[in-house]
Structures are given as structure tokens and as C-alpha cells.
């Protein structure tokens, strides 16, 4: 989802309008909420002005492999550290050791660690190489950054274990070695394009399930194998990375995807029929017009009343639905069909490869496909993998414009 799409007009409405729904049947099992991987821009709050933290000690010894910083977690009023030797470093490089566990408050634009005051900033690890932080245990440091009253949590962690981290929480554990291959790779790529749009924030990315999931260093003995086979290897295109998206199943054809700001490569759509088998890829859900219209009007764009009609007015080339309009007491109101996927929640309609029929007394949306739709199709993947495609041809076929670079 796009930062645009989230400032319309509905956006407070962050909650799926679950009273929209009459009934909504994915037929299958439910993918994870873990694979609607919405791709572009991440919108990050704004932020207080603050004194740029200083960099934190680097996790890994291997210097050729780049260093990701993934926010854990913000304005947090407390937060607890433990580990194997747990330790602090703050702006000089040296280690303190701590005594058990570190409980740390923000304390008046700093940190307090028991009676210690220390700068915002200050990174924590374990002599292990790792560090536990809200029940779950992450490769490299957390460094702690204070942000307005609270604090926020930051893992510096170099890329290879990160990429573990995400293949390990988007792919499921019974999936072959070639599809998590052809995920590393898409991965890895997809956050060397992301770290080219480096700002002035003190993290690069999320662990929200928006842009790719990421649950810290427990990973398998066979995605750790598979990730380690593809070790510095990327998508690039034209002599850039190419910003990999991967979506659940993207319903018969990805969507081309534009390279983002900073000028990583675009994602070209092509017809896939692997994923035609995929879990819950044939859905529907079906509008109460009246609780529609309401919500409509609720968002100040309609007058109130039910909706009488509700089509898909625009498409993309590659097909999916752009656009839908809706008529309110004869008043046309059009709606980014993302927007709309949104409103009524993206777990119900789970992507816009959509169309949009009378359905008794409502409307019936009727797709294909879960997720954004654009790079590698998981479930696709796991189709061509199961039919013995090697990654290298199965991320053939869905970037079919780039080629595989090893960088390091
Ligand atoms: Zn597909």
C-alpha cells in the first residue's frame, strides 16, 4: 500500500469494517495474515526532532555483508533486555557489562538503566551474538533510541541473518528448499533496494506483516541451509537492484510493480498459472449496500443511503481492478480499488484482481489471488518447486527481466 493510499480519506479506518461484510468465504485454508505483503513505500510516522543516535557496534565480524536496522518496536514506555552476557556500548564503542537482565526507561531524553543514565542511542547485545527482546531472541544488537517520552527498539542486524529471519517467517516450514532459495534471493533483494532509500530515520524497515515479516534468529536447520546456498545473491536489472516484491498468490498474472524512489528497478507482470491450486485463491465477499452507504457517508464522501450500484470502472493492463465507483443517491463516488480492499479489510478481500457483480440484494466481489499481487508468487513458487524448477528458473519466470548478481 502505498503512503498515498494511506493518507485518503478513510484511513482513520484502520480496523476491517467486519459489519460491511453479509458473509465473506474464502474457500481453503487461510494463508497467514504473514503473506499479504502489500509492497511500495512503508509509511513512517513523523518524528519528534532528536539528535541523531550514534551508530551502533556492528554485529557481525563478516564487513562485506551490509548492515540492516529493523524496527522492533516505538514509543515504548519500558523495555526489557536479556541475553548471554548481556552488554551496553554506547557512543565510545565500549562494552559495559550488565548485571541479569536490563529493564530500561526513557528518563528526560535518555535512558535509564537502574541508576545509570544512558545516552539514547546505546546498543545492547549478548556475548552470544544475539539478545532477547519481547519473548523472541535476535541476531546482532538492540539499540534504544528515544523518541519524544518513549523509547524505540532497533535491531542492527547484518543482512544474511535478516534474510534468514524473513524466509523463515514467510514461507511455510514443509516447503521445499527451492522455493525458500527463490524467497531468500527476492528478499534480499527487495531490502538492498529498500536500504537505497536510506533517510535520516534510525531504522530502515519494519517487522510489520505490510512489508516483509520478520520474528528475529529462531529459523530452521533447512531455511538457514537455503539461505546460506544463495548467500549475497540478488535480482538486478539495468545495473540496479531490483526492489523484489513477493505477494501470497497473485490470482494468474503479478502486477508490474514501478521501481520506488532512489531508482531501483520495476517488477514486470507475467501470466502464471502455478498458483491456480494456491489456498483460499479463489474468494468472495459479499456488500450490504446499506452498511456500505453508511460507511460512505460516514467518511463524508456520500450523501447516506444505500449504494444502488458498485462496479469496477478502471482496470490495469495486467488486470487488476484500479478503480471501482460507487452510486449513492445518484451521486458517483470513485474509490482506488485499493483503497476499497482496505476499507473492508485485506483479509477479507484479499487482493484487487477482483470483479464486482449484483448479488441477491447486495454486491458480490468476486477474485483471485491473495496479497498485492506484484514479484515473486509464493504460492506459485511453491507450484513450480514441487514440479522440480531450480530457483534460478522459478525467479526466472517471475522477473523475467533480471538476472542473478552475486555481491559478495
Ligand atoms: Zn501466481
Not at 468465504?25 to 526532532?49: D, F, I, K, M, Y
Not at 536510506?198 to 510489520?208: A, C, I, K, N
Not at 526492489?243 to 497473485?250: L, N
Amino acid at each position: 500500500m502505498s503512503s498515498e493510499s494511506r493518507r485518503r480519506w478513510w484511513w482513520p479506518l484502520v480496523a476491517p469494517l467486519t459489519a460491511l461484510l453479509v458473509s465473506s468465504a474464502p474457500p481453503g485454508a487461510t494463508p497467514q495474515a504473514a503473506l499479504v505483503v502489500p509492497p511500495p513505500t512503508p509509511t513512517w510516522a513523523p518524528l519528534p526532532a532528536q539528535a541523531e543516535p550514534p551508530p551502533s557496534t556492528r554485529p557481525s565480524e563478516d564487513l562485506d555483508v551490509p548492515l540492516v536496522r529493523v524496527m522492533l518496536g516505538d514509543r515504548l514506555r519500558s523495555v526489557r533486555l536479556s541475553g548471554d552476557g548481556l552488554w551496553w556500548s554506547g557512543p565510545d564503542g565500549r562494552r559495559h557489562a550488565v548485571d541479569g537482565d536490563a529493564r530500561v526507561v526513557p528518563d528526560r531524553g535518555a535512558l535509564r538503566l537502574g541508576t545509570q543514565r544512558l545516552p539514547s542511542g546505546t546498543s545492547f547485545g549478548g556475548l552470544d551474538g544475539s539478545v532477547r527482546f519481547s519473548g523472541r531472541s535476535y541476531a546482532g544488537t538492540i539499540q534504544l533510541v528515544v523518541r519524544g517520552r518513549g523509547i524505540m527498539a532497533v535491531n542492527h542486524v547484518d543482512l544474511e541473518h535478516y534474510v534468514a529471519g524473513v524466509v523463515a517467517a514467510e514461507t511455510l516450514g514443509s516447503w521445499g528448499s527451492e522455493v525458500k532459495r527463490a524467497q531468500a534471493v527476492a528478499a534480499r533483494s527487495y531490502t538492498l533496494a529498500s536500504l537505497s532509500r536510506r533517510g535520516d530515520r534510525p531504522y530502515d524497515l519494519t517487522v510489520s506483516s505490510l512489508v516483509q515479516l520478520y520474528k528475529g534468529k529462531k529459523v530452521d536447520a533447512a531455511t538457514r541451509r537455503a539461505v546460506e546456498s544463495t548467500r549475497g545473491v540478488v535480482l538486478e536489472s539495468r545495473g540496479r537492484i531490483v526492489s523484489a516484491y513477493y505477494t501470497s498468490s497473485c490470482g494468474g498474472h503479478t502486477e508490474p510493480a514501478r521501481g520506488l524512489a532512489g531508482g531501483t528497478a520495476g517488477v514486470k507482470g507475467v501470466a502464471d498459472p502455478w498458483c491456480a491450486r494456491a489456498p483460499g485463491g479463489k474468494w468472495h465477499v459479499d456488500l450490504d449496500p446499506s452498511a456500505f452507504g453508511e460507511t460512505l457517508a460516514g467518511r463524508g464522501v456520500a450523501e447516506g443511503g444505500p449504494v444502488t450500484s458498485l462496479a469496477v470502472s478502471r482496470r490495469t493492463a495486467a488486470g487488476q481492478a484500479a478503480e471501482v465507483t460507487a452510486v449513492v443517491g445518484g451521486q458517483a463516488v470513485q474509490m482506488k480499488a485499493k483503497d476499497l480492499r482496505f476499507l473492508v479489510g485485506p483479509a477479507q478481500l484479499r487482493s484487487t484482481r477482483f470483479s464486482i457483480r449484483r448479488h441477491g440484494l447486495g454486491f458480490r466481489v468476486e477474485g483471485t489471488g491473495f496479497g498485492h499481487g506484484s514479484g515473486l508468487c509464493q504460492w506459485g513458487a511453491h507450484a513450480q518447486a514441487a514440479a522440480r524448477r531450480d530457483w534460478q528458473r522459478i525467479l526466472g519466470f517471475y522477473f523475467p527481466d533480471a538476472r542473478l548478481r552475486t555481491l559478495y
